[in-house]
């Protein structure tokens, strides 16, 4: 990622604007005298400010410039609607859990972290070149870090891990439990056994009171627009 940098040229120092923001009430944490709430925040009287001339600024482009015509639409979307696009699917991720520390996996994610770390140490023991993906090992820096085991695989168990990998994406709860049990899948950092695959969306259900057979999903949307 690339280095933000001031007009001078000088790097932002992030704890330092962060803590400007908050000073000067650009931005608080929600109910804060409450203990606060993980990533949920309030804008005070500046940032308010800011948000609205940020609306108004796209408002001019697509309502004046492009010639739409703007409408104000509910931020609630029925389930069955967001079932039937796609959405649910889509955004509902397979999640697992170490039962001893209580630490959460995305187990798409652990499978491809064990299985990659596993090749990588096939090849040491094979006394061939490591790559490294710069991209990857940065994701990686606030984990802790893992030792590669220099273990030389079968042929064929390298060539499934590799195929494996290749379609990472496509599969779903069942199948990256039977990935799991297959080749005995662990969390990395305490070789500790996980939980089989539960699933976990990031849409939000709120009650609409009765009808309790009423369900919604909570979606943040900005002002849509038509032409």
């Given amino acids: 990622m690339a280095t933000v940098t001031t007009k001078t040229g000088q790097a932002v120092d992030r704890l330092v604007l962060d803590s400007m923001l908050r000073r000067r009430m650009f931005y608080t944490p929600s109910f804060e005298i409450y203990g606060g709430v993980s990533g949920l925040y309030d804008f ?131 199948a990256l439990e039977q990935l799991i049990t297959k080749y005995d899948i662990r969390n990395p950092a305490t070789d500790g056994k996980v939980e089989p695959p539960s699933p976990s969306t990031s849409c939000s259900r709120p009650p609409l009171a009765p009808p309790a057979t009423c369900q919604v999903t909570c979606v943040r949307r900005l002002p849509r627009v038509s032409s």
């Fill in 44 to 174: 005070g009287p500046p940032g308010t400010a800011l948000v609205a001339n940020m609306t108004e600024l796209w408002r001019k482009h697509f309502v004046l410039e492009e010639d739409m015509l703007e409408v104000d639409c509910t931020m609630l979307t029925p389930h069955d609607i967001l079932k039937t696009s796609g959405h649910v699917d889509k955004f509902a991720d397979w999640m697992c859990k170490d039962p001893k520390n209580g630490e959460i996996f995305r187990a798409d994610h652990l499978v491809e972290e064990v299985l990659e770390n596993r090749l990588k140490g096939d090849k040491e023991a094979r006394g061939q070149k490591v790559e490294v993906d710069a991209e990857k090992e940065a994701k990686k820096k606030k984990k802790p870090k893992n030792e590669t085991k220099a273990v030389k695989l079968d042929d064929a168990l390298v060539k499934e891990y590799e195929e494996i990998l290749a379609q990472i994406d496509n599969f779903d709860g069942p």
